[in-house]
């Protein structure tokens, strides 16, 4: 598991280092065999120019990351909202977490509408992993849970998050 882990962020540490996020870090995005985690589905990819696109509104709303949702709610839906590479690192925080614990990250009743899922997504409502974990298994919630902090500024980097899954 901490080899996936590992592997999936050393994909995002390589993207962010050439100046784009994927701005859609989710489960299905990511292919594991022989151990390694392939990160796939770059259409929403946000890199460095700002030349002509579709705007970005967020992506699967279970791993949008908070100051995603936030830039969502707040903008005009033709608004393009620039994913950065903290985004990213809480989508592979949000997403280990639901891989590891069969929960999303943040709670919200599937019944409502998307913006109020934003909403709970922005106002940092964030299950905590030792309610919901399967067992504990320290070294992988320090990692979820650094990669979840509401603030992207406190999130490691992805390179960081491969560091601590080697020990490095």
Request: proline residues 9%.
């Amino acid at each position: 598991m901490l080899g996936i882990a590992r592997t999936w962020a050393e994909s995002l540490a390589r993207l962010h280092a050439a100046g784009w996020a994927h701005a859609n870090v989710q489960p299905t995005n990511t292919l594991v065999a022989d151990g390694r985690a392939v990160l796939i589905d770059y259409a929403l990819a946000c890199g460095p120019g700002d030349g002509s696109r579709l705007p970005y509104r967020g992506a699967l709303t279970h791993t949008t990351a908070p100051e995603i949702a936030a830039s969502v709610l707040a903008t005009s839906a033709d608004t393009h909202v620039q994913a950065a590479p903290p985004a990213d690192v809480w989508g592979l925080g949000a997403s280990l977490f639901w891989c590891w614990t069969g929960h999303r990250p943040v709670t919200y009743d599937d019944a409502v509408d998307r913006p109020e899922k934003l909403r709970a997504i922005a106002e940092g409502r964030t299950l905590p992993i030792a309610g919901v974990r399967p067992w504990p298994f320290p070294e992988f919630e320090e990692v979820v849970t650094a990669c979840l902090a509401p603030a992207p500024e406190d999130r490691p980097t992805a390179a960081a998050v491969t560091g601590m899954l080697t020990g490095k």
